[in-house]
Structures are given as structure tokens and as C-alpha cells.
């Protein structure tokens, strides 16, 4: 490698570290001092026929100005609120509000990587620890560079030496005769890790959804914002993620995700039906040496009663083990009694089955982070 | 990283047109980046390695942004330096990166021959690096944070340099080194007294006059001694020299912040 490839990958890594500087003072997770100065630019650009704005944040630094710095609001005489520019006129009361559509312009401020960044500080969420360890998306380190700083148990001797040998030489400090090396402190050289990213992983989440005629729209609604919340979050957990939608009523079938969000049917709840179709998927399509799954099922918790027995059953013998995670949502009820999630968290207990109530929007942070929480 | 031999070939190609046409350059080192690469060379002000600071990843952002929406492309980006580097874009088809080259040796016979710029450091790339390791070795020192809150201070003023510092010498050199603190062991002011015998002292020097004619020396020596006796053009200069430091002699940083160079273009 060349002096100036060598220099050149120097300098990528060190903008990374810049730049997420740079993004948490934004953020207003460190140096909140410098906030003030933060003032937001934007870039029009498009996107096929669509004006979009694209916000670029800027800190301004303080300093001097040259030239006449004239007038400007907030200088010379007046008490807050006086007008500025002289005395209040009074308008005519003419015209019309206007007729003409304004340029809307929409913004694209985040991509989904950096939400799910937000979301995973705001919760606090773990990173998740995938399970079997060939299947990881992982970072490896390994200690493979030279660092500049670092614990003496790992100076790297021979580097060491030839620095503090080179320094004396230059210095003409260096005795043939009397070939001693003293390093010191700048000299100094130590082993350091360099982080490699693994890449194959393999990921799978399952959602599965009650459409029996008690869930409407607002159900839906909740279902969907959490959703894609957990999407977001778990995207940024793995390389690859598959999705696989699975509704029912009375009897189950997996849909695209079109049809997830859309559908609504009527009928009865058959819950067990979605579980033995989600467990016969599985083990069809993902053997759980190799993947690591994920099942959401969110319903209002009316089932049938004498269906209850058989979900659990399913649950026991042919999901959890073989799952990374069992999260079972209930949205509130509009007719029913609600009871699934009190009858299941009594008949299992288990590491990897959570439960939690979503009734409204704002509980849908406290789910996330039931479900989440646990770094699964 | 070297370019491909097509690149190479119109390189020596380009180059004999250059001396043809009468340009005197310094060697022109090429290299080929992606677009990403590009970008984060650009952020830093165009050089490879620089000390390590957040408004680079601003600088970043920035122009990602406006790359990935499409609204500019660096297609050219060249340094002051011996020999000079200059980078062309992976993307770029072939006759941009004809005209990309042959417009950066024009760059180089400019920096080399013109009157502001041929006074201009050329190892600017060297000095950069070693800012940026010194910078580095200083914030291990003394913390991240405090180095970059100095260095958030330091670029703040960083527009008050004199850009002309390269051809014209505003003050002589030996006035530079005279400092300020010295002056405090200079003699004492003593105001001019009419003889008189003891007794009569009091009468013919009154205390009041003499403490008045004190004052009226001490304010024309203070006005002798303005200090800097001239204003300054270069705050950054002046405080490097005479800012009383804190943490250890660190008084070479500012100096990361003093630097002009590189061309850049996009459009």
C-alpha cells in the first residue's frame, strides 16, 4: 500500500468520527454549549417531479464582523414589544385570502438508520445479541493495527524499537558503539483493534395480526405505528431482514404487507391458527440453527375461549424454543373481554415470550420498550 | 493508488500539450477516489489528513447531502503542494477527466508562478498531517474536549489572519520578540522637586501639586507605551505570540488554523 492510500484511509475513518461528533452536538448530546449557534439551512433539491427540501444543519462559531453591522432588530430605545420600525398602521382591510397553492416542499431530514439511532438512545434499547454464533451479523474486533495510545501490556515491541531507534538516529544520539535505545513516551507503539464487519445474518420477523371483526381502524392504527417502529429498530440490528405477514380471523394465512395493514375481515378469533401456521412456516423456511426470529402477534385479546389451551400448547412445544423472541401485543378491546394476555401470562413463562397492553398511542413507547428492552 | 494506464497514457499525453503551451508546473500527482472519497477530502479543506475536528463532519454532511440529492459534484480538486495532488471522481467519463487534467496543470503553473501564491508553504500536506498529529498528541493529553472547545475558540477568530502575511512583512522581525511583561522594570517615575530645606518641603512642593504632575507623567508614559504600538492585522498572529497559554506550550496550535490553499471545483 502506497503512502498516499495508506493517508487516504487515515483520513476516511477519521470524517466517520468527525462527522458523528458532528451529529451528536446537533443532537444536543454533547458540548450543549455550542446548540445556540446551530442554525438550519436547507438544500432544495428533487426527486422526479417533487420539490424536497434537504435540512443541513449548520453551527455558525461566533465572530466578528466586518464592515458596519448596522441597525438590525433588538438594538437602541424600546421596551419589548413596541414595534419595530416606528408606529402600528392601520391596514385597510382589503384583499382576499389568497387562492394560489404555496410550493410544499417535503423534507427529508432523517434516514431510517438514523431514527432507529434516535430510538435506540431515547429507550435506551440494548443492541440485540444475536443467538448461534455463525449466523451473527457481527463487528469482529481484531488486533491487527498499531495505535499511537494504549495499555503497555500491549506495546508492540518491534515497532517501539525502531521508532526510538529512528528518533536517535535523527537526533544523533545514536552511539554504534554503544547501541542503547531508550524509547520515550512519543516513541511508544501498541497493538489495536480494528473493527471487521461479518456480513452474512440472517433475520426473520414474523407479524401476525388479528382482523376478527372487533379490530377497526384505530386498532389497526396502533398495530401499524408499532410496528414499524420495531421494523425500524430491528433493520438497524441486522444486514438482512425478511419480513413475513401473517393475519387471521378464525383461520389464518399469510398475506403481503399491503394487504396486513389493509385487510379487515369479520369473523370469529382463532388465534391457535396463526401460530400453527407462523410455527409450520418456520419450519419450513427457517430452520432455527440458522436464523434468528422474531414473532409479533398483536390482537385484542378475544379469543376463543376453548382455542386458548391449544395456542399455548403450540407455543410451548413448537415456537418459543426455536425463537429468538415471542412478543404478543393487545390493543384494547372495543367489544370483547380482552383476557388473552392475562391467561398467557399465567400459562407460560418464559424468557423470550413478552407481553405487553397497548391501549392507546402513548403506550406504544412503553411496548416498544417492553419488547425491545431486552436486547433478544 | 495508482490511475489506470489509459489515465496514464493521457497524463504523459496531456502534459507535453501543457509544455507546449508554455506552462510551468510543478509534478502532478493523480489519484482516483469514489465519489465518497472525494467528499471526505473535500470536508477537509482538500487534504488527506487534517486534526481532528466536528466542523469536518459538518463540512461532510453538507456536501454528502447536496452529492446525494444531486444538486453539485466535485469533478476537480487540486492542492497547493510539491508535487501537487490532485484527485479525479471514479465516475467521471473519460473526456471530463481529460479536461479535469488538463485543467489542473494550468492549476499547477498558477500556484507555482503567481505572485500571492508563489510565496505559499508547498508541503502543505506534510504540515498538515503534522498539525493534525500534534493536535491528536495534545488532545490525549489534555483531554478531547478541552483541546476542541480551544480549537472552537481558535476558529472563531480564524478569519482574522493577514492574508497578504505571504508577501508583505508588516513589522520587523526583532520588534516580534519583545514582550509586553518586560516593561514593568523600567524606572520608577519621579516627578521634578524644587530644593528646599525640610521644614520648608511641605510648602514650596505641596503634596497635591506633586501627586498631580504624578499623574500627568504616568498617563504620557501609558500613552508612549500603547500596546501593540500599531494596530495588528493578524489577531491569530498576535495572540500566538503574546496570549499567555494555559495548558503547557500549546502555543503551536493556532497556527492548524492559520492556512490558506487548494482549489476546488463543482458544479
Known amino acids: ?376 | 493508488m495508482n490511475i489506470p494506464h489509459e489515465l496514464d497514457d493521457l497524463k504523459e499525453e496531456i502534459k507535453a500539450h501543457a509544455i507546449d503551451c508554455g506552462l510551468d508546473f510543478f509534478d502532478v500527482v493523480f489519484e482516483l477516489c469514489t465519489y465518497d472519497q472525494i467528499n471526505q477530502i473535500a470536508s477537509l479543506g482538500g487534504f488527506p489528513t487534517r486534526y481532528p475536528h466536528w466542523r469536518f463532519g459538518m463540512d461532510y454532511e453538507k456536501i454528502g447531502k447536496s452529492y446525494t440529492w444531486g444538486l453539485s459534484k466535485i469533478y476537480e480538486m487540486v492542492i497547493n503542494n510539491d508535487p501537487c495532488y490532485a484527485y479525479l471522481m471514479t465516475s467521471n467519463p473519460l473526456v471530463d477527466q481529460k479536461l479535469v487534467m488538463a485543467h489542473v496543470y494550468a492549476h499547477s503553473d498558477f500556484f507555482k508562478n503567481n505572485a500571492f501564491f508563489s510565496h505559499t508553504s508547498r508541503k502543505a500536506i506534510d504540515e498538515m498531517a503534522n498539525h493534525g498529529a500534534r493536535v491528536r498528541a495534545h488532545a490525549e493529553r489534555f483531554g478531547h474536549e478541552n483541546v476542541e472547545d480551544f480549537l472552537d475558540c481558535c476558529l472563531s477568530i480564524e478569519n482574522l489572519i493577514d492574508i497578504h502575511s505571504m508577501g508583505i512583512r508588516r513589522r520587523g522581525e526583532a520588534r516580534a520578540k519583545t514582550r509586553f511583561l518586560e516593561q514593568s522594570e523600567e524606572e520608577p517615575l519621579e516627578v521634578r522637586r524644587i530644593k528646599a530645606k525640610d521644614y520648608m518641603d511641605r510648602f514650596i512642593n505641596p503634596q497635591e501639586f506633586i501627586a498631580a504632575k504624578r499623574k500627568e507623567l504616568e498617563d504620557a508614559r501609558a500613552k508612549q507605551k500603547r500596546f501593540p504600538p500599531e494596530p495588528e492585522r493578524d489577531v491569530l498572529l498576535f495572540l500566538l505570540e503574546y496570549a499567555p497559554w494555559s495548558p503547557g506550550s500549546a502555543r503551536s496550535w493556532p497556527s492548524s488554523a492559520r492556512r490558506p490553499t487548494t482549489s476546488r471545483r463543482s458544479g
Open chain 1, 1 to 376: 500500500m502506497s503512502d498516499a492510500e495508506l493517508q487516504l484511509q487515515e483520513g476516511v475513518s477519521k470524517i466517520e468520527r468527525d462527522h458523528s461528533r458532528f451529529r451528536s452536538i446537533v443532537r444536543g448530546r454533547i458540548k450543549k454549549d455550542l446548540r445556540k449557534y446551530i442554525t438550519n439551512s436547507e438544500m432544495m433539491g428533487k426527486k422526479g417531479k417533487d420539490l424536497v427540501s434537504i435540512p443541513v444543519p449548520q453551527i455558525e462559531l461566533p465572530r466578528f464582523r466586518f464592515g458596519r453591522n448596522m441597525g438590525g432588530v433588538g438594538s437602541g430605545e424600546g421596551e419589548v414589544g413596541d414595534p419595530v420600525g416606528g408606529q402600528p398602521q392601520p391596514g385597510d382591510g382589503q384583499g382576499e385570502a389568497g387562492d394560489q397553492p404555496g410550493e410544499h416542499a417535503l423534507e427529508v431530514e432523517l434516514t431510517l438508520e438514523e431514527l432507529a439511532k434516535i430510538l435506540g438512545e431515547e429507550l435506551e434499547l440494548p443492541n440485540v445479541a444475536p443467538k448461534g454464533q455463525k449466523t451473527i451479523v457481527t463487528q469482529k474486533e481484531r488486533y491487527k493495527t498499531i495505535s499511537r495510545q494504549g495499555p503497555e501490556s500491549l506495546r508492540h515491541f518491534k515497532r517501539t524499537y525502531v521508532r526510538a531507534l529512528r528518533r536517535q538516529i535523527a537526533l544523533g544520539l545514536y552511539d554504534p558503539k554503544n547501541p542503547r535505545i531508550i524509547p520515550i513516551k512519543e516513541d511508544k507503539r501498541y497493538k489495536s483493534w480494528q473493527i471487521t464487519h461479518v456480513p452474512e445474518s440472517n433475520a426473520v420477523i414474523f407479524y401476525m395480526m388479528d382482523v376478527s371483526g372487533s379490530m377497526g381502524d384505530e386498532q389497526k392504527e396502533l398495530v401499524r405505528t408499532t410496528a414499524f417502529w420495531i421494523d425500524t429498530w430491528l433493520r438497524s440490528q441486522y444486514k438482512r431482514l425478511e419480513s413475513r405477514y401473517i393475519t387471521h380471523d378464525a383461520a389464518a394465512r399469510e398475506v403481503d404487507m399491503e394487504t396486513f395493514y389493509r385487510t379487515r375481515e369479520s369473523g370469529g378469533t382463532a388465534i391457535s391458527s396463526a401460530y400453527r401456521l407462523c410455527a409450520d412456516v418456520v419450519d419450513d423456511q427457517f430452520p432455527s440453527a440458522n436464523w434468528n426470529i422474531y414473532v409479533f402477534h398483536f390482537s385484542d385479546g378475544d379469543n376463543l375461549l376453548s382455542d386458548n389451551e391449544h395456542c399455548f400448547r403450540i407455543l410451548r412445544e413448537d415456537l418459543l424454543p426455536k425463537l429468538n423472541l415471542f412478543c404478543y401485543g393487545q390493543v384494547r378491546s372495543l367489544y370483547g373481554s380482552g383476557e388473552f394476555k392475562r391467561k398467557l401470562d399465567d400459562a407460560i413463562q418464559a424468557e423470550n415470550l413478552l407481553t405487553a397492553d397497548i391501549k392507546s398511542k402513548d403506550e406504544i413507547y412503553d411496548a416498544i420498550k417492553i419488547f425491545l428492552g431486552k436486547g433478544k
